[in-house]
């Protein structure tokens, strides 16, 4: 049990100053869907990551009243980081997911989909973020070892039960810059 949580608490380290608050719970349990259920539904966190394959998902995902992401297939190293959009409540929860990876390996985000992904494409680059769009015709095109982040992907993204406006500034992480970093400039 140590090892898994070292591993968590690793991740929750590299997440950058300024970004939300991550608590890494652990415990003994007889009937783990169902106490992680009470245990989320106590809680009532904004966003719930969880693996497809956890014993007792669906018990676990009706508790969730935040984002819900999971992992359907377990390889997240994939690049570029692919999302499609359709304007819906969930594709824009997947959006803001991509665009926090994106942001974070320093890769660029494709967005799939049409008009609306185009405009939305304008936005995101007015605030720094690397991105492109193709054309939802030409979905099947979509390279070999992406990341896809929605509907098929390795990560799908249920939206909060009661979501707010989308604030996008807030979902792109700003740049880490270090000592050597700043001596380039």
Known sequence: MAGPLRALEALVAEMPNGSEPVRVVSRFASDVPTELAALVKAAAPSCVLLDAATAGYETVQAAVTGRLITVARPDLTGSPIVVPYDNSVSATAAVQVGVRIASLRREPLLLVGGVRAKRLARQLAGLGVEVRVMPSKAAAQIP??????????????????????VDWASS??????????????
């Not at 982040?149 to 009661?162: C, S």
């Not at 792109?172 to 400039?185: N, T, W």
């Open 144 to 165: 070999p070892g992406a990341l896809v982040i929605g509907a098929g992907g390795q990560l799908l993204v249920r939206a909060e039960q009661a979501p707010g406006v």
């Open 172 to 185: 792109v992480v700003p740049s880490r810059v270090g000592p050597r970093d700043a001596a380039l400039r």
